[in-house]
């Protein structure tokens, strides 16, 4: 799965625990009539992918959704879902060398000569 959007937020990497676990999040604006803020988690050696990336940046994220049971004390049952980044992609365009807008070039010499009443054998 997917998600499209603008980097709102990026946190910190925090680690969690006696293994070193490590985790960050961030959030992501989806661009759609009802702007989405998703929050996705990154973990372990993920974390690094988002060293990169910064706020206000478009970005394409591949995301696995997580799921898990946990009971309590009391024997209550509660189940908790996670949206986990296992890649991220800038969809920003890539600005050419100098920073300079550069049209891009012209693929085909125009059309010098065109005779409107050159027969034509396209059906439509």
Do not use: C
Not at 40 to 69: M, W
Not at 85 to 90: A, F, K, L, T, V
Request: hydrophobic share 30%; net charge negative.
């Amino acid at each position: 799965m997917e998600v499209q959007g603008k980097i709102k937020l990026i946190g910190e990497t925090k680690t969690f625990g006696n293994n070193g676990f490590r985790k960050r999040e961030m959030v992501v604006t989806t661009e759609e009539q009802y702007p989405q803020h998703i929050m996705v988690e990154f973990v372990q050696d993920k974390t690094d992918l988002l060293n990169n990336f910064q706020v206000g940046q478009p970005v394409k994220i591949g995301i696995n959704l997580r799921g898990r049971e946990w009971v309590s004390p009391q024997g209550e049952t509660k189940y908790f879902n996670s949206i986990q980044g296992w890649r991220i992609e800038n969809l920003q365009a890539e600005q050419p060398s100098g920073g300079q807008n550069v049209p891009p070039p012209d693929n085909f010499e125009p059309a010098n000569n065109l005779n409107e009443e050159d027969y034509d054998d396209l059906p439509f």
